[in-house]
């Protein structure tokens, strides 16, 4: 080992990602801190509060409904129609956590410059702590998805148990996302306007408000790409669209998750958590610079 007493500088080797985790788990009390000051923050000043938290994925679930689902005609009468809310409204309960945790994690480097040259601290907290305080609203909204299926009659069964590990492919896969966002946030300003307008493309190329899949009572002619095998193939590659579906299956069909698509959620979920906590850790001692 090179020293100073040999004549040279010390060599300075940067923490493995294993001991960037341990540091990260060792300041749990900090990430639960700033989790609930985020939550506390986004709903300052509000009538409502925390309320919002339950009425927000069903508000969008309305727009969505009376757009696609009345005007479009896609939600069919009676049965079908009830039916079609839910099915929008489980995939915007998990659209609007992914899309809120990646908004906000762009950002949340430069939006905590002073922290950043002030305090010595694992830099991954922040988009860990973004993250994890729209996992609260995600947990919530899953409470209105089953007041609501059970209120229209869908009674839950045995598949309930998959939500665990469903929930925790999500979270995984949203946090990989969000830690390859800040890194970029953090070099480039101009990284908030390219996001918004990436989430945006993803909004409509995700199954939220169309069919993509065979199931009963739903009519040929709706299911999306049914006509063209390959194209269809690989749009369900797609690791929200198998994460909407998962969760559709488990809740709305009274289904084990196909598994194929599960397989493609776990596999997305773990490559990208791993790689956006790499690229994010190597980038990690530069922020003090461009922020």
Known sequence: MLSRSQGLPAVVCAPTLAERLRELYARRETIRFLTGSYLKAGHRD????????????????LVYFLVFGVLFGLAGGGGRSLRFMLYILIAVLTWRFFQGAISQSANCIRANRGLIHEISFPKAILPVTVVLSRLYDFAWGLVVVVAMLLAAGVWPTIHYLWLPLLVALTL??????????????????????????????????????????????????????????TLHFWYMLNPITCLYECFRDALLWGQAPELRLLGCAAAFALLICLVGFAVFASGEGKFAKYV
């Open 46 to 61: 509000k009538v409502l509060g925390h309320l919002w938290s339950l009425l927000d994925p069903l508000l969008f679930m």
């Open 172 to 229: 995984v896969f949203v946090q990989g996302a969000a830690f390859i966002v800040a890194y970029l946030g953090a070099f480039f300003a101009d990284t908030t306007n390219v996001v918004d307008v990436a989430l945006r493309l993803l909004f409509y190329t995700s199954p939220i408000f169309y069919y993509v899949r065979h199931k009963p009572g739903v009519p040929e002619h709706q299911v999306f790409l049914t006509e063209h095998a």
